[in-house]
């Protein structure tokens, strides 16, 4: 069982910047690709980004390239999500996942996750 905790969302203004960050408490992290994902509400959980178990293969939505950055410390456990020029549709719950089959895009993929931190972008 891994235990996933997020991190570091909170209320920004549209353009500015916010650090998430999703440790593993109770597991090394190192083995499994670790991804985030948002849901905004009434809205399904989207794929966001995605880093390999060695932080070679990164993949991004759409929506979020060339704006966020996702990488990774495994000697700290820790997935980061790095989100610059933020708007409001990047309003949503951030979760954080891992998964043991690879740095893949599809929720289904993954076997763990977190509980959520709020990300609000306003006006």
């Known amino acids: 069982q891994v235990q996933l905790v997020e991190s570091g969302g909170g209320l920004v203004q549209a353009g500015g910047s916010l650090r998430l960050s999703c440790t593993a408490s109770?597991?090394?992290?190192?083995?499994?690709?670790m991804g985030w994902f948002r849901q905004a509400p009434g809205k399904e959980r989207e794929f966001v980004a995605v880093?390999?178990?060695?932080?070679?293969?990164?993949y991004y939505a759409d929506s979020v390239k060339g704006r966020f950055t996702i990488s990774r410390d495994n000697a700290k456990n820790t997935v980061y999500l790095q989100m610059n020029r933020l708007e409001p549709e990047d309003t949503a719950v951030y979760y954080c996942?891992?998964?043991?089959?690879?740095?893949?895009?599809?929720?289904?993929?993954?076997?763990?996750w977190g509980q959520g931190t709020q990300v609000t972008v306003s006006l």
């Open positions: 109770t597991r090394s992290l190192s083995q499994y690709a």
């Open positions: 996942a891992a998964s043991v089959q690879g740095p893949l895009r599809s929720r289904n993929d993954y076997d763990y």
């Open positions: 880093i390999s178990w060695g932080g070679g293969r990164r």
